[in-house]
Structure formats: structure tokens, C-alpha cells
């Protein structure tokens, strides 16, 4: 591709909106959580990733059973919470993964 992408009208409006909605609401955020992508990648998921880490926030990576973590996901990730999604319909299993999230906070963002 020869032309810059940033010259694109298209790409010029999605940028936009990412900086003027994603942005705001992840810096205000006491962290990051992403259910572990699955086959192609998530253009969302990567993107919210990639802003998570260049504005420093924890990353909590929910990973159920039908999900593989990669080597790379794993080493950003400050938590990983393993999750059954038949157990998420439960109320023990929605107390499980908060506590897991509460637990996080504690450790990784105890400001919050």
C-alpha cells in the first residue's frame, strides 16, 4: 500500500471516534478488562489493548475454557481469570469472577 492509511477519510473518522470516546473512557477506567480473543483477531480488542498499555492501566484477561491465552496476552496481563460460562449464570460464579476483579484492583490499582 502505497498511500498513508492517515489520509484515508474513513480511517480519519474511526480515528476520531477512538480519540474522542475510547480514549477519555480508558483513562478514567481503574483498569482493563478483555475476555481472551478467540481465532481472528479483534481490531477492538487490539486497539483497547494497545491503548491500555500505553496509558499504563492494569489488564485483566477473562479466559474461559473455550479460549487459549497467547504467550504475549499473558505477559501484559496483570490478572488472568479462568471462568466456566455455564458457572457465570450462577450467582456463585458472577461472586467468583467479582471477587477475582476486586482482588485485582487491590493488588494492581490499591489508589482506586
Request: net charge negative; aromatic share 2%; proline share 5%.
Amino acid at each position: 500500500m502505497n498511500e498513508d492509511l492517515r489520509n484515508d477519510p474513513v480511517f480519519r473518522e474511526w480515528a476520531k471516534a477512538v480519540q474522542e470516546d475510547v480514549v477519555p473512557k480508558l483513562r478514567n477506567s481503574v483498569l482493563t478488562m478483555t475476555i481472551a480473543p478467540d481465532g481472528e483477531p479483534d481490531i477492538k480488542i487490539a486497539v483497547e489493548l494497545g491503548l491500555s498499555i500505553l496509558l499504563d492501566k492494569p489488564i485483566l484477561v477473562v479466559l474461559g475454557r473455550d479460549r487459549t491465552l497467547s504467550r504475549k496476552l499473558a505477559q501484559v496481563a496483570d490478572a488472568v481469570v479462568d471462568v466456566d460460562w455455564d458457572e457465570l449464570d450462577t450467582s456463585a460464579g458472577q461472586a467468583r469472577l467479582v471477587a477475582a476483579i476486586d482482588e485485582t484492583v487491590a493488588r494492581v490499582a490499591p489508589e482506586a
